[in-house]
């Protein structure tokens, strides 16, 4: 793998500014917390570590999940603009305190709007900025024939923090709190990605990526760089921000409720009931994985390849999922759900290096950031999940509507293709 010494430095850095920004992957540890297994204590008062809280139906537990990831969507926007004109440290700095101020304000304000405030709003602010930062640094440092696999690599730190992430939240939640729980993390939170986002240098002008033994007649260094406005004069870009939405909302559906699937599968009491954390950080392990593996395979059988194999078998697992939790089968749930997490990771690996292809690296960080609208929109789905668990007290019809929706994504994979210039104007 050809780079500098100092091209693996901003990839490290970039991977763990990732692995704090990715607690959201945690955020159905404090559902499960916040929203009652009985629905008759909705509304009602905590007490103990909790005293102050008020417990809250599904669709108020996800109302911060969906915000922030809305949020964290808007503001890749801004935060983009901000990686391409003054480069990473100042985006990485800035998300790491609007973090760290969003949790603590989540924490002390034991509230429902506190949350949406803090983690939904505050918190999105700062993992927009600083999700915006770490892709793009790295990616620069590196020859074409290797955008899939650096992508993976960085954003595979996002998906990974769910791993360390659940079972601590849940360790932090059972000691000290929800309050606790958030103040904590945000302090961390803070400390690590401010410190890592100075290492989020850029390459020196007139830097070229040196090409890797292997490469002779492959990938060739993109040599047409779209702005922002070339870009969404183009119908591809729209078709990406589509391809988003569609490969996203499975992935965050899962994400956003995996404490309580693995709950109904498993029953409320019995060695999961009583460690269901153990689904979060599977999830996460699966989701960082798929990000590198379908990286690295989007680099020989092409990007949009690799996302039409990878969404046609999730959706079939969509499908498949009802059955797996009526018939109360934990191991086929924690393989259906694998199958769905690394279909996520991997189209946190694809799009980004595909905006790349299509449009060049040099304003991959705002470009990007408005492909990213569309992981944004997807959050309406695990939304209008939470409405039909709590119509229906199932969850048959999230999962059908998602799988449709996957599916729609693959066939339109289908018949993109790269734009063949640059737009006129500008």
């Known amino acids: 793998m050809a780079g500098p010494a100092r091209a693996w430095a901003v990839t490290a850095a970039g991977t763990a500014v990732n692995l704090c920004l990715g607690i959201l992957y945690g955020w159905s540890v404090w559902k499960a917390a916040l929203v009652p297994q009985d629905k008759s204590l909705y509304g009602l008062p905590m007490t103990g570590l909790n005293e102050g809280w008020t417990y809250l139906t599904n669709a108020q537990g996800n109302w911060a999940y969906s915000v922030c990831g809305a949020v964290f969507a808007l503001f890749m926007i801004p935060g983009g603009r901000l990686q391409d004109r003054y480069g990473a440290k100042i985006g990485a700095t800035l998300g790491g305190l609007f973090l760290a101020v969003g949790c603590v304000v989540a924490g002390l304000m034991k509230s429902y709007e506190g949350l949406v405030i803090g983690f939904g709003v505050l918190g999105g602010i700062g993992m927009g900025l600083g999700y915006a930062a770490a892709t793009p640094a790295a990616v ?28 601590l939240a849940d360790y932090l939640i059972t000691n000290y709190g929800l309050t606790g729980s958030f103040v904590g993390l945000g302090i961390f939170f803070a400390v690590v990605v401010v410190v890592a986002g100075q290492l989020l240098s850029p390459p020196p002008p007139g830097y070229v990526a040196p090409i890797p033994a292997h490469v002779v007649d492959g990938p060739k260094l993109v040599t047409t760089n779209f702005s922002a406005g070339q870009m969404l004069r183009t119908w591809q870009f729209y078709a990406l921000v589509f391809l988003f939405i569609g490969s996203a909302q499975s992935g965050l559906l899962v994400i956003a409720n995996a404490k309580s699937l693995l709950t109904d599968a498993a029953g409320k009491t019995g060695f999961f009931a009583r460690n269901a954390w153990l689904l979060v950080t599977f999830i996460g392990v699966v989701n960082a994985t798929g990000r590198i593996g379908t990286g690295l395979y989007s680099d020989r059988i092409g990007r949009l390849n690799a996302y039409a ?67 944004g929109g997807a959050f309406f789905v695990p939304q209008i999940a939470s409405v039909i668990k709590d119509a229906t007290e199932r969850w048959d019809g999230a999962f059908y509507l998602s799988a449709g929706l996957l599916v729609t994504a693959v066939v339109a994979s289908r018949i993109i293709r790269k734009p063949v210039s640059v737009a006129p104007g500008e």
């Not at 993976?152 to 360390?164: H, K, N, R």
């Not at 959706?315 to 089968?329: D, H, Q, R, S, T």
């Not at 996520?344 to 492909?371: H, Q, R, S």
């Open 309 to 375: 194999l990878n969404g046609l078998v999730s959706a079939a697992c969509l499908l498949a999922a009802p059955w797996v939790i009526a018939e109360k089968n934990v191991l086929f749930l924690f393989v259906v759900i694998g199958v769905m997490a690394w279909q996520y990771g991997g189209t946190l690996a694809v799009l980004p290096a595909l905006t790349a292809d299509y449009y060049g690296p040099k304003n991959l960080g705002l470009n990007y950031g408005l492909v990213f609208a569309g992981w």
């Open 140 to 167: 620069k440092w590196f020859h074409s024939s290797r955008r899939g696999l650096i992508v993976g690599l960085v954003v595979a730190g996002y998906g990974a923090a769910a791993v360390y992430i659940s079972p």
